[in-house]
């Protein structure tokens, strides 16, 4: 494994090391040998550009090493390059960073590239999809904020921890406007997910005594 992401890692520098040796073999050893290095030194290099070293962002993530993360992102030379499911990730991966730094405006422009690429991709279409409400309702933009929830809810969500987000984002979107009926609702749907993340419980048990309270 770690011999691979070496080879991931190095696979640019790689093939141009083959491209030349390949013009060398030409010229002293013989023209077959020099195809299989330019062959070699092709996919190296087109690999590196269409798919990039993103697969590198697995362990430094897992050891919450952020600075390890952006040096990896920031070495993609040329996202327009990536294909298509892996510039949507490239761009996901841009906005985590972004919220991480509380740099809103950079994160949504990041997530809605990324939902613009994979519109077809419907597993990852509801997370983008929600993360871009979660952005704006922090924005206190409830109304984008409801239609993109709205949207996540609809696409699909990955699990029951998310859709428990969701839910209790549209609790505050509906609180936000005096509609309680509504806000108990889906306060109802939240709670029915049962979700596990301690955060979100707390929110969970925060939000239903403040809701005992309204009458309705």
Request: include cysteine; hydrophobic fraction near 45%; charged fraction near 25%.
């Amino acid at each position: 494994m770690k011999f691979y992401n070496v080879l991931i890692k190095y696979r640019f520098w790689l093939g141009l090391a083959a491209l030349v040796l390949g013009v060398v073999a030409q010229v002293t050893v013989d023209i077959w040998t020099a195809i299989i290095l330019y062959f070699t030194s092709f996919v190296a290099i087109l690999t590196h550009f269409i798919i990039g070293p993103l697969r590198l962002v697995q362990e430094p993530m897992e050891n919450g090493d952020v600075e390890k993360v952006q040096q990896i992102i920031d070495s993609v030379w040329f996202p327009g390059l990536l294909i298509k499911p892996i510039r949507s990730s490239y761009y996901t991966l841009k906005a985590n960073m972004d919220m991480a730094a509380q740099n809103f405006d950079s994160a949504e422009v990041n997530l809605k590239k990324s939902a613009s690429l994979n519109s077809s991709m419907t597993e990852t279409e509801g997370p983008n999809k929600l993360q871009l409400g979660m952005l704006a309702m922090q924005r206190s933009d409830y109304k984008a904020g409801e239609k993109y929830i709205k949207e996540a809810l609809r696409a699909g969500l990955p699990d029951k921890e998310s859709e428990a987000m969701a839910h209790l984002a549209m609790v505050n979107a509906y609180l936000n406007r005096r509609e309680f009926k509504a806000a108990k609702d889906f306060f109802r749907r939240a709670k029915a997910c049962k979700p596990k993340q301690e955060q979100t419980v707390k929110q969970i048990k925060d939000m239903e005594k403040y809701l005992s309270r309204i009458p309705g």
